[in-house]
């Protein structure tokens, strides 16, 4: 009887543990930047956990068994939206859940994607620091109303975080004065950086289209080398999140350079600058501005 | 039987420790007295003058605020003292001419911090400005000080001033340092 006495004592003491932990509240996000973007606001008071693993690709995602797990354990679903999770993956696994489901980019101006004559928002809204700072308000938002207690401590961090995008952007800007105007072309393997180069004046040239999904076509991509050549395009871009091959087919075709890959979809892995938002896009500036200047 | 001694070593861990928990604080010693600072008597009037200037009707929403409405501009000046906003200027401002905040209240002998915000926007954003803060009793300067806007974050700038109970004869103001 005695030899047990140790093991009980040991489960008494860890069966007060969990009491504690089991106060921080679960907040399920879809992707890397949403993730941040919460952590950034709720700090050490949540937990946080998002879907997709950095280099992830959220069109194509699948979800898997373990997701609709943690998604059941959750207090929120803090997803990107417009249409950035493929066939709805995240809304699914929310709903399948009985859980709240709220989008970040909840107000933003969508840009809207002409393909082949169908018309879509453009998902990647993140890119433009202005944005941004609209994923932070609508995240400080929702978790004001889950965890009320801490609203005010919310707002403190939120808008600390606010500044630091406002100098992010007022350095971009400053940056990419180095590339005169006429030479601010991206040409990315899909067509995540519109909004960026709509907000520091980047013409944008994309042969994969707004989604990853489904192969390009001979001539989409015969129309890409034509535009690098008649732009005098020095430099075109791979992206973390996609297969790089299509690019550099397509830098050889054209004789220019892969000028370095560019964080899109998905933020870098834990360690790497792009681990947080703030670095992945100076990370991003810097690669552009060393391959375009 | 073993079951039954299983429960009782439980109820007896988990109980301790609660009864720890619960009781620990009640020995502390009391919280030492709130550290007290008197209200400073006169008048006092806070100054503030800058190079770059502002107006309402022109300025676009910030999208980096969190303040008010998500459509409001922000105000290009703002002090705070005590964690209470007592100036946050949203009528036009011209450059070289001096915005009041009267009838300041809290002011307390001994430091006085307030947190001063500038923000240039506009076609004034990023540029280096300069705001002069002044803050009077009893219509005599107290204070006197100057600070540049640091790029896009503007200025926000701590200035601490020091309030003797009595007020100084005049011409004993206190410089810039
Ligand atoms: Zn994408």
């Known amino acids: 009887m005695w030899r047990n006495l140790p093991f009980l004592v040991l489960a008494a003491c860890l069966a007060l543990v969990p009491a504690r932990a089991a106060e921080k509240k ?5 992707t890397t930047q949403v993730a941040d973007f919460t ?37 929120l679903v803090i997803q990107n939206g417009l249409g950035l999770e493929g066939k709805n993956w995240m809304a699914n696994l929310a709903q399948d859940a009985g859980k709240p489901v709220v989008a970040a980019t909840a107000g933003v101006k969508p840009l809207v994607l002409d393909e082949h004559g169908a018309t879509h928002d453009d998902p990647h ?19 004001s109303k889950l965890d009320p207690d801490h609203a005010e401590e919310f707002a403190a961090r ?10 992010l952007d007022a350095w971009i800007k400053e940056q990419f004065n180095a590339i005169p105007k006429e030479q601010r072309i991206l040409v990315t393997s899909h067509d995540a950086f519109n909004y960026f180069c709509q907000a520091y004046g980047f013409r944008n040239q994309a042969p994969a289209g707004w989604t990853t999904e489904g192969e390009i076509t001979p001539e989409q991509r015969q129309k890409v080398v034509a535009s690098i050549a008649s732009f005098g395009v020095k430099s075109i871009f791979v992206e973390t999140s996609v297969n790089p091959k299509t690019i550099q087919d397509i ?20 360690g790497s600058a792009g681990e947080e938002y703030l670095g992945m896009m100076r990370e991003n500036v810097l690669t552009i501005l060393h391959a375009l200047k | 039987m073993r079951i039954v001694l299983a429960i009782a070593i439980w109820a007896l861990c988990v109980g301790g420790v609660r009864l720890y928990l619960a009781h620990r604080d009640e020995n502390r010693p009391a919280a030492p007295p709130a550290f007290e600072r008197r209200e400073a008597p006169g008048a006092y009037a806070l100054e503030l003058t800058t190079t770059f200037g502002w107006r309402p009707q022109s300025a676009e929403p910030d999208p980096f605020s969190l303040s008010g409405e998500p459509e409001a501009p922000t105000p290009p000046l703002r002090v705070q003292l005590d964690g209470r906003e007592i100036l946050a200027w949203t009528r036009e401002l011209k450059p070289g001419e001096p915005v009041r905040a009267a009838d300041i209240q809290g002011v307390k002998t001994g430091k006085n911090e307030f947190f001063i915000r500038a923000l ?4 004034h954003a990023g540029a280096r400005h300069a705001v002069r803060v002044r803050l009077f009793r009893d219509e005599r300067p107290l204070a006197d000080r100057t600070f540049w806007t640091e790029g896009a974050l503007g200025l926000a700038e701590t200035v601490s001033i020091e309030v003797e109970p009595e007020p100084r004869a005049p011409g004993e103001a206190e410089h810039a340092h």
């Open chain 1, 26 to 30: 679960l907040i399920v996000c879809s």
């Open chain 1, 39 to 75: 952590r950034q606001v709720v700090g050490d008071r949540a937990r946080v956990a998002c879907i997709l693993a950095p280099g992830a690709d959220p069109h194509l995602y699948e979800p898997k068994p373990g997701d609709a797990k943690l998604v059941q354990q959750c207090d």
């Open chain 1, 125 to 143: 809204a993140w890119f433009d620091p202005v944005n941004a700072a609209v994923y932070v308000k609508n995240i400080l938002e929702s978790v």
């Open chain 1, 158 to 167: 939120a808008k600390l975080y606010l500044q630091h995008l406002r100098v």
């Open chain 1, 251 to 270: 830098a050889r075709d054209a004789g220019v350079k892969v000028g370095g890959e560019l964080y899109s979809d998905s933020m870098g892995p834990a």
């Open chain 2, 120 to 123: 240039p926007q506009g076609e």
